[in-house]
Nanobody, 125 residues
Framework: QVQLVESGGGLVQPGGSLRLSCAAS????????IGWFREAPGKEREGVSC????????YYADSVKGRFTISRDNAKNTVILEMNRLSPEDTGVYSC??????????????????WGQGTQVTVSS
């Protein structure tokens, strides 16, 4: 069975950093597009970042560009989201998702079908 598990969330002060991990079982992550999403109370889910299985290209939302970095650790079947210079606006539940890139396009257009349960990120002093 396909399963994704997020870890690494927690409470961090503004300006701090967190490292989120998305670990997969039941499939090989390197063959799937992987996206990170976040959702704050009262707001729609937002696509934060993704990485393509086709060419390794990445996408970042404007709100996190330059502060977040997505990467693959294929030896651990894991995708990592490094989050730096965090602000309270980054607070939310962060989830990872996997999808198949059949359109040979950028990963932000990939339909994501398999989701993890999410990990809470709280940025507060």
């Amino acid at each position: 069975q396909v399963q994704l598990v997020e870890s690494g969330g927690g409470l961090v002060q503004p300006g701090g950093s967190l490292r989120l991990s998305c670990a997969a079982s039941g499939f090989t992550l390197e063959h799937a597009d992987i996206g990170w999403f976040r959702e704050a109370p009262g707001k729609e889910r937002e696509g934060v970042s993704c990485i393509s299985s086709r060419d390794g290209s990445t996408y970042y939302a404007d709100s996190v560009k330059g502060r977040f970095t997505i990467s693959r650790d294929n030896a651990k079947n894991t995708v990592i989201l490094e989050m730096n210079r965090l602000s309270p606006e980054d607070t939310g539940v962060y989830s990872c998702a996997a999808g198949v890139n059949t359109a040979q396009t950028v990963c932000n257009l990939t339909p994501y079908a398999s989701w993890g349960q999410g990990t809470q990120v709280t940025v507060s002093s």
